[in-house]
């Protein structure tokens, strides 16, 4: 029976219905790793990224399930786009405990992922960190890293009263600036309008 629920759910939630899948969800009447995983995912994908690790939690908290690679991919990257490192950092630990990254290498997306997400929510020098560590792994960087890279050394400038810096270096950046780029350097310099 499980089968046809997972697929139903997992259906809605990537036609971007997170709703009926959560109502589908709901009422299960048995949930397994592929019931929690496609909810988690399907969260994920669509930008719920509160609900899909409110979901992960919900998951440990029942018990009867343990996550699998699929459900750590899937809850990782709400975890970096919430800025909830705390989280993500006890997730990873279970992962690497698990052998879960024996096999799994880190590719640009990865990379962009955490550099982002710590960009975002202000941990500037841990992104640097990352960026230093994806070079140092001879992964060279995109269009999404320097957004990445421009968030960071936003952030370390604005938080300097270098809102000058900012701008020069946002200005420099390969790419058009972006409303995520200027915001950061914004809300750096006059956060209490952000």
Not at 91 to 97: F, G, L, M, P, V
């Amino acid at each position: 029976m499980c089968p046809t629920w997972n697929s139903l759910i997992a259906g809605y939630a990537k036609n971007g219905n997170v709703e009926e899948a959560f109502k589908l969800f709901s009422v299960m009447p048995s949930r397994n790793v592929i019931s929690w995983t496609a909810m988690i995912s399907g969260c994920s994908q669509n930008g719920k990224y509160a609900d899909a690790l409110a979901v992960y939690k919900e998951m440990e908290k029942d018990g009867g399930v343990k996550p699998n690679e699929v459900t750590i991919a899937s809850v990782l990257p709400a975890c970096a786009n919430l800025g909830a490192l705390e989280v993500g950092g006890k997730i990873e630990a279970y992962a690497r405990a698990n052998g879960y990254f024996k096999n799994m290498r880190r590719n640009l997306c990865s990379w962009n992922t955490m550099i982002m997400g710590l960009a975002v929510h202000g941990k500037g020098d841990e992104a640097l960190d990352f960026s230093t560590q994806m070079l140092g792994e001879g992964n060279a960087p995109d269009d999404v890293t320097f957004v990445g890279y421009s968030g960071m050394h936003s952030w370390r400038h604005g938080r300097a009263g270098k809102l000058q810096e900012a701008y020069d270096l946002i200005q420099s950046m390969p790419m058009r600036p972006d409303s995520v780029m200027w915001n950061s350097a914004w809300s750096l310099q006059f956060p209490w309008q952000c």
